[in-house]
């Protein structure tokens, strides 16, 4: 028999279906108590060395790795090295001493802003129940270790692939694993080893979620041992970028070809004109270095980190870093309106038999289906359960059909003592589905046609009047313990039950503030379509157009993309025409956000652009969800939408600065090394001026944001972008030439002046230019935040300082004469005057 200390190098225990449980005990050395948590620590640490996991330093090593990973850094940091082979020392070691800060710099960064996003990601971590040394306790689904003994209810994410200890009508939807839409019911016992996943009955799978029901299960195979594990490995995928990623790296192709051809042309005819090959190369490359955004990556994830930092305050968890660009951009929000458009806590407004009269045997009934179901808490059997108690002392529950949402409806089959009743409660029509007759208050059985008529009348009237129904129905059945769906016919209609859940306070003025933010609120429930209207029309939703499930299967793909445009009220929508509605929705070119919490979300929740879910949602919802509210109210999805929109905008104040001074540089490079004897700026210098700019850049992610940049949906545009880049760029060479003339022709400086001047004004500039293109209105009234004020201050100074400073020498700086100090400064000024009168025209468009 095989033995833990044998078993544990082995990737998983194969078909441990068809052992018995005192089989698997022996083998994972587990008890019906559990293991201990220093025995779980130690066989997840086991495991994590089987897969290579990381530890800390490591991970801080490779991060700070990455910061040189760039093709351009790794040839300066090659050509510097060279120097030093060439007795070219001072230029060497400055180069390799920037490069390090430089790195170091954005590693700090980086990592802070990550360990900062992974604990808000715990606020939010899914739980599983365990059983150690016969104690239970909640943890991270992510620390269940192999001989864990796991207890599970409706709604939960299975940890582990196990086998069941004990169970109570498990259902367990198994979609994701064999395809079948039906839930999978699981029994004790053991199986053949030849079974395959898919038809075992006796186990459950991790990544499945559970229906309805309870178990005990003991956890086997975990991590990337279990099936999905293994078929996660065989058909891994990166994660899909959002269009704002996608938008980024294509950009970034772009100013990548455009220096890299402008850099060679710029050594080619260095070299060509008899300057020395090494200081050329060193230009060439520092000069690449320079124009090249390289903390792109790094204020994209600073910047996305202090988001979810705000966000986080304003009680929204991000999940997935990349979900606040779709947030930013998203102009549509589709929503059930349970919990978010009403109170969410569900009343019951009569319980009345098949002619319409008070019922209290409908009461009961419905109250015993409730009691004994075993399904996810949902707010219709709460509110039942809430009834004043029935005596339910003589009722034996035998067996249950849970709950779907392609039959719609809940079977129990109870003892009560002197026979077997099922009882079934559900929507009104998939009730009347399995019924052949109905019991009138005398207690006389009819056939159901005669109180048809009477039936639909009654429908009618309590959904005009926005009560959600349900039907209850029930038959005697002799000499079974056992039901299944096929079961549910020739039932006797007993009456309904009518709810309410009003909208919320305040909610009116909740939908006006999201329509203010320019997103369009479209209404998805499962509820019939007077219901859906009556509610419309309270909260002043549109609801001249409405489409329901039964149009959608009528409809081809083409007429449902023209539809849901003019369409924000959705009724008795089936869980996938959902997806197919936000899929239409995409396909006009809307970035898409739902709104859900419930087990039949789930797929609707991966398919937005935004998956948004509740706190208090069930495992599988949160799961696909990458936003997390914790609070269900729509002033907090408003809240949130409008910091994705500020971590959105800050981060395009980035790329708006970098490109159009880094193109303005590159040109006046260029140009310079054409005309000019001498190199205009040294390696060292062009190095140090990247170094200082970046600075400030690195504070945008606190910036204020004016509060018409958020008012409506942005979006990442190249082509603005572009046009921004060369615009700016081109007025910035434009200075930069007057720059050189005054230098060369007016003040006849030397080669060392010349340059000291030249970076001097380069960094003035690139300092204010970052203050005027942060905002739309003028640069005075606008206020930066405290940091980015204190960090152009600082480096503003520094850039009139450093030539005057004892290490000025180091970096081939000199002092400058007062006037033409001056001269650097009203140059600055009128650049400043002239990119505000830019900026009018051209950002009228943003």
Known sequence: MLCWQKIKSLKSIENFWSFSKYQLFQMLNATENGISNEEAYDRLQEQQQNKFNQKKWQKDAFLLLSQYKSPLVLLLVFAAFLSLVLKEYSNGFIIIIILLLTGIFGFIQERNAGRSVEKLQELVRNKATVKREGIEREISIKEVAPGDIVLLNAGDIIPADALILETNDLHVNEAMLTGESFPAEK?????????????????????????????????????????????????????PETAFEKGIR?????????????????????????????????????????????????????????????????????????????????????????????????????????????????KIYAYRNAYFETGFSNPIDEAIRSLEKMDIQNCIKQDEVPYDFIRKRLSVLINDGSRHIMITKGAVNNVLQCCTRAELPDGKIVGLEQVQAGIDKLYLQFSSNGFRTIAVCYKDVSNTTRINKNDELDMILLGFITFFDPPKEGIITSIAKLKQTGITLKLITGDNRLVAQHIAAQIGLKQHEILTGYDLTHITSDALQRKVNETDLFAEIEPVQKERIIRALQKNGYAVGYLGDGINDANALKIADVGISTDNAVDVAKEAASLVLLEKDLDVVVEGILEGRKTFMNTLKYVFVTTSANFGNMISMAIASFFLPFLPLLPVQILLNNFLSDIPALTIASDKVDEELIAKPRRWDVKYIRRFMIVFGLESSLFDFLTFSLLLYIFHTTPSS???????????????????????????????????????????????????????????LSPLPFRVLISILGIAVMYVIVSELTKIFLMKKL
């Open 250 to 362: 294509q950009f970034g192709y772009l100013l990548m070809r455009i220096t890299v051809i402008i850099v060679l042309l710029i050594l080619v005819l260095n070299i060509l004109f008899h300057k020395p090959v090494v200081d050329s190369l060193l230009f060439a490359l520092a000069l690449a270095v320079g124009i090249t955004p390289e903390l792109l990556p790094i204020i994209v994830t600073v910047t996305l980190s202090a988001g979810a930092r705000r966000m986080a305050i304003k009680k929204v968890i991000v999940k997935k870093l990349s979900a606040i660009q779709n947030l930013g951009e998203m102009n549509i929000l589709c929503s059930d309106k349970t919990g978010t458009i009403t109170q969410g806590v569900v009343k019951i407004e009569s319980t009345v038999g098949a002619t319409g009269a008070d019922s209290e045997k409908v």
């Open 754 to 812: 010349f340059r000291t001047g030249w970076f001097m004004e380069s960094l003035l500039t690139e300092i204010l230019i970052l203050l005027v293109i942060r905002t739309q209105r003028p640069f005075f009234k606008s206020r930066p935040s405290k940091f980015l004020v204190m960090a152009c201050l600082g480096i503003f100074m520094l850039s009139l300082a450093i030539p005057y400073l004892p290490f000025s020498e180091i970096f081939s």
């Open 187 to 239: 029994f004790v016992g053991t199986v053949s080893m030849e079974s395959l996943p898919a038809r075992v009955i006796n186990a459950v799978f991790e990544g499945t979620n559970v229906i309805n029901g309870t178990a005990t299960v003991l956890a086997v195979n975990t991590g990337p041992n279990t099936e999905m594990g293994k078929i996660a490995k065989r058909l891994q995928k990166s994660t």
